[in-house]
């Protein structure tokens, strides 16, 4: 996993890239919780979401938003870092150009930034909201959502409430074209301390299901 430094927009960006494993690959951008609460690309769960897209062949991004780590800038409550965000997909896709599609995966504060991203970005396909704080932060931009994902709770989440994310998915689930998948993880806190392997198994049966239809497109 190659320690990478790219430009963004308040100065460098460092990050770990894992590039794809064939001519095409799709790429993976992962995005970590939030930089305030002690997040950065090196939480286990951003680690987990990036071993499992590297391991899949796709050209994989993790990296530090502004002010985390040795990136440059300040915390900019989600502006700056939605910026941050774009700049890193620009990246990989300077290496990758050719890549057959994009995924997006973040959990807590990066979640929400994922999904503000797949406004933006009409070629990202896929998403991986795990914990999204929508009890935190207003979700309304997604209208309407234009990928399919799955959002992943833990049932005894103590920052996100599971109803306001239950809501956030009964809303996303009424739009057409798109298929919203959820798991909810029996006995997981906020940071799925005793149950990250219950976890990485909703997130590689997800992949499992979504990729080889695909295939068979």
């Known amino acids: 996993m190659p320690a990478v430094i790219f430009p963004g927009p308040e100065g460098r960006l460092e990050g770990r890239f894992q590039p794809g494993s064939r001519p095409r690959a799709p790429v993976a951008l992962i995005l970590h919780p939030h930089p305030q609460g002690g997040g950065t690309m090196n939480n286990h769960i951003t680690m987990a979401l990036y071993q499992t897209f590297a391991r899949r062949g796709f ?3 993790r990296f530090n938003f502004r002010s985390v780590g040795r990136s440059q800038g300040t915390f900019d409550n989600g502006i700056g870092e939605l910026s ?16 057959v599609t994009t995924w997006v995966a973040g959990f807590g504060f990066g979640a929400w930034i994922g999904m503000q991203l797949l406004m933006r970005r009409p070629e990202i396909k896929g998403f991986i909201s795990i914990a999204p704080p929508a009890n935190m932060y207003d979700f309304s931009f997604l209208a309407p959502c234009p990928s399919s994902g799955i959002i992943i709770q833990g ?3 103590e920052v996100v409430t599971g109803s306001a994310v239950q809501k956030l998915v009964d809303k996303l689930r009424t739009q057409k074209h798109i298929t919203i998948d959820q798991a909810i993880i029996p006995g997981a806190n906020h940071f799925f301390q ?10 590689d049966d997800y992949l499992d299901m979504r990729l080889k239809a695909d295939l068979g497109q």
């Open 59 to 61: 050209a994989t991004l």
């Open 84 to 99: 941050d965000a774009a700049s890193a997909l620009d990246w990989v896709q300077s290496i990758h150009p050719e890549a």
């Open 155 to 157: 049932e005894s989440d």
């Open 194 to 203: 005793n149950e990250m392997p219950e976890l990485m198994k909703s997130v």
